[in-house]
């Protein structure tokens, strides 16, 4: 590797292992406030949630100082890549000042900027699969219960399988998500009191593993070395070629889709709904306790449970699959090679044809 292209990895491997947004926007007592809100709910109690919402407070020098030398090595790389390590790097500072500020506003400005709203289309399309109604449970073949340790299980497994040993899974408490991948670490993380069926653990492997996990290996297998780096507003690129592995193994059903939708309208409710009334217009369309769930997760790192607000890139699983549906398949393989969102596709396709991306190098084997 090339000295300058060297420091640049360096640089930018060190700010995603600092860059930790999900822990430092996790409430404390999570599941405490998930019961909470739930039992709100269920008594039809649509009074302000009376407790704040609390954060730990980590600190967060070690990521502006390596965002600082990001910038720093960054600046003999081409033009268009050091443009997309500076936008990147600004867009992570901008990040970790709205959460270090700990203002409500800050956080979901943010997330308006860079994460944006669902267009017109994908809010038509989530209201037309939520009219649908809740899917029924799909029966089980097996009545056995699937417990964490067979979940561990399983994705140890998968990561063995595709020759991944260089990857752990760990079994975490706090989570607002079942599950969670953490390419910078090389880590799954299976939520404590997970429960799903085996149907839903298959899908879950396609979607961790077969979309999130390859991506990662496959990124950092290519040539151009910064193919390994999330550039762009990635999350309906990233969730978008999950959810549609899911689809391609066979393992996407009503009920998965009826939750991607569910995330779209939460996230819209959520510019001018508290906490409680989010979890009020969610629970129109599920269960008190997966809309209190929802409502926390499309909240996290929002203090006041007063005041409207949260992140909106939950829309970015049907956003992202609704448009990848769409892309040809030569396009779909060169963005499961690389951590770009897709506006970066263009670029994508340049440095594949002088060989500076390939296509994914290991396929999903259910």
């Known amino acids: 590797m090339e000295p300058d292209r060297s420091r640049v990895v360096s640089a930018l491997t060190e700010l995603s292992k600092a860059f930790t947004p999900i822990r430092w926007t996790t409430p404390l007592g999570l599941a405490h406030h998930r019961t909470q809100l739930a039992d709100r709910v269920r008594r039809g109690d649509g009074s302000p949630y009376p407790e704040r919402i609390e954060f730990g407070d980590p600190g967060f020098e070690r990521t502006r100082a390596a965002a ?16 997309l390590v500076e936008s990147e790097t600004e867009r992570t ?19 308006l900027r860079h ?3 669902p267009d017109d289309a994908t809010i038509a399309e989530a209201r037309r699969i939520l009219a649908l109604g809740l899917p029924e449970p799909e029966p089980e073949p097996e009545p056995e219960p699937v417990t964490v340790d067979t979940v561990t299980a399983c994705f140890r497994d998968a990561l063995s399988r595709h020759g991944l040993d260089d990857w752990r899974v ?7 998500a079942r599950m969670s991948v953490l390419g910078s670490r ?6 404590s009191d997970i429960a799903v069926s085996r149907r ?20 950092r297998q290519q040539p151009e070395s910064l ?3 999330a550039f762009g507003s990635t999350v309906a690129t990233e969730e978008g070629l999950a959810a549609l592995r899911e689809e391609e193994c066979g393992l996407s059903s009503p009920h998965t889709l009826h939750t991607y939708a569910l995330r779209v309208v939460g ?20 269960d008190p306790d997966s809309a209190a769930e929802l409502a926390l997760r499309i909240r996290r790192g929002i203090g006041d449970p007063r005041r409207p607000g949260g992140m909106t890139k939950d829309h970015g699983y049907l956003t992202g699959l609704l448009t990848l549906r769409e892309m040809p398949a030569d396009d779909i393989l060169l963005l499961r090679g690389v951590k770009w969102a897709m506006e970066h596709l263009d670029l994508v396709r340049r440095l594949a044809a002088i060989g500076r991306i390939s296509v994914p190098l290991r396929e999903y084997e259910a």
């Open 68 to 83: 600082g030398e990001a910038l720093a090595v960054a600046t003999r790389l081409p033009d268009e890549l050091r443009e």
């Open 93 to 111: 500072l901008e990040y970790t000042a709205a959460i270090a500020s700990r203002r409500d506003d800050a956080i979901t400005s943010w997330s």
């Open 115 to 117: 994460d944006g709203l």
């Open 170 to 176: 760990s079994i975490e408490e706090n989570m607002a």
């Open 186 to 191: 090389n880590l799954v993380k299976i939520r």
């Open 200 to 219: 839903e653990l298959q899908r879950l492997e396609a979607h961790e593993v077969g979309g999130h996990v390859l991506r990662w290996a496959n990124a």
């Open 227 to 229: 193919a390994a780096f």
């Open 267 to 286: 996230v819209v409710a959520a510019q001018d709904k508290d906490l409680t009334g989010l979890a009020f217009v969610l629970s129109e369309y599920t």
